[in-house]
């Protein structure tokens, strides 16, 4: 089942994300979260990289997609997921869950404007 918007662009209807895999050798590790600027200031390493989230679309199929990706286009579900596992403290994490479930509300509602 998709949903398909007035210009053609169609997206897969998630049921749900059911498992995660971080690949140790490339995702930032807690230890490296944070790293220091040209200023000598420290700040937190904004990055996605090596997590992958498997997604189950209601057709039942499932997918491994990039974090990245997942992010981008089911936000809410991604970050409800991250909380519910534990993983909401993971540095590919915990620079967006807390905003994105403070604001959810409002991203779903603009969701819902944009797919009328």
């Given at each position: 089942?998709?949903?398909v918007?007035?210009?053609?662009?169609?997206?897969?209807?998630?049921?749900?994300?059911?498992d995660?895999?971080?690949d140790?050798?490339t995702?930032?590790?807690?230890?490296?979260?944070?790293?220091?600027?040209?200023?000598?200031?420290?700040?937190?390493?904004k990055?996605?990289t090596?997590?992958?989230?498997?997604?189950?679309?209601k057709?039942?199929?499932?997918t491994?997609?990039?974090?990245?990706?997942m992010k981008?286009?089911?936000?809410?579900e991604v970050?409800?997921?991250?909380?519910?596992?534990?993983?909401?403290?993971e540095?590919a994490?915990v620079?967006?869950?807390?905003?994105?479930l403070?604001?959810?509300?409002?991203?779903?509602?603009?969701?819902?404007?944009?797919?009328?």
């Amino acid at each position: 089942m998709t949903h398909v918007y007035c210009d053609g662009f169609t997206l897969p209807m998630i049921e749900g994300i059911v498992d995660y895999q971080k690949d140790e050798a490339t995702a930032v590790s807690k230890q490296d979260m944070y790293g220091v600027t040209k200023q000598g200031q420290r700040q937190q390493r904004k990055t996605t990289t090596g997590w992958r989230l498997l997604a189950k679309w209601k057709d039942q199929s499932e997918t491994w997609i990039h974090l990245k990706d997942m992010k981008e286009s089911h936000p809410v579900e991604v970050a409800k997921f991250a909380k519910a596992r534990g993983i909401a403290d993971e540095p590919a994490f915990v620079w967006w869950v807390p905003y994105t479930l403070r604001k959810q509300d409002t991203i779903l509602s603009a969701i819902k404007t944009r797919i009328r």
